[in-house]
């Protein structure tokens, strides 16, 4: 199935980077925003491999890591780098395969109504104060155009996919994070 990709035109100074991996959502029903992290390699910053995974052209070569997760179908809506920058990968409208097995308030299936927004960064290392200001700043512009994501349903993979996933990690600031908002 090929998915048309609309830009978020709401969205400034933001670079897009079409992923494949992404779909149709079953209904109109967004109202649920989860914060990942991402390093690629692990524990390391900067360069073009979270690009390359999100839209499948991860060389295997590249790192031994690479080699376990090239074949990877994944995606999200946005990924915001440790100076600041926001990359959108999937329009907000459409599914993107960010969540994976996932249950939120006892509803399953997170991807089919949530917004995925990744963070460069890894479970044991602080992210920036550019992070936190764009995460803060994109978060709101989410959720005045997304009014059924409010502060509650602001969440972290970890809390949707427990014993699964761990990000964002015990050192993201959700008390500083929400304050922002």
């Known amino acids: 199935m090929t998915l048309t990709i609309n830009r978020d035109h709401w969205l ?20 649920l925003l989860v914060v990942h992290n991402i390093s690629l390699p ?17 060389d295997p070569n590249e ?5 376990l997760i ?17 990359i959108q990968f999937v329009p907000f ?8 097995i996932s249950c939120f308030e006892g ?8 917004i995925g927004i990744e963070l ?12 936190y200001e764009t995460l803060a700043t994109l978060t709101q512009k989410i959720m005045q155009q997304y009014p059924a994501i409010t502060r509650q349903r602001i969440t972290g993979h970890e809390f949707i996919a427990p014993g699964r996933k761990t990000d964002p990690g015990l050192v993201f600031d959700w008390h500083g994070y929400k304050t922002q908002l």
């Open 12 to 31: 400034d100074n933001v670079k897009h980077v079409p992923s494949p991996f992404c779909d149709t959502r079953p209904d109109d029903d967004i109202s």
């Open 42 to 58: 692990p524990g390391e910053f900067g360069g073009p491999y979270i690009e390359q995974l999100f839209t499948g052209q991860l």
């Open 63 to 67: 790192h031994a890591y690479f080699a």
């Open 70 to 86: 090239h074949q990877f179908r994944v995606s999200a809506h946005c990924l915001i780098r440790r100076d600041g920058t926001i």
């Open 93 to 100: 409208n459409a599914r993107a395969w960010h969540a994976g």
């Open 107 to 114: 509803r399953d299936k997170c991807n089919d109504y949530s």
């Open 120 to 131: 460069e960064g890894c479970d044991y290392l602080p992210f920036t104060d550019c992070q």
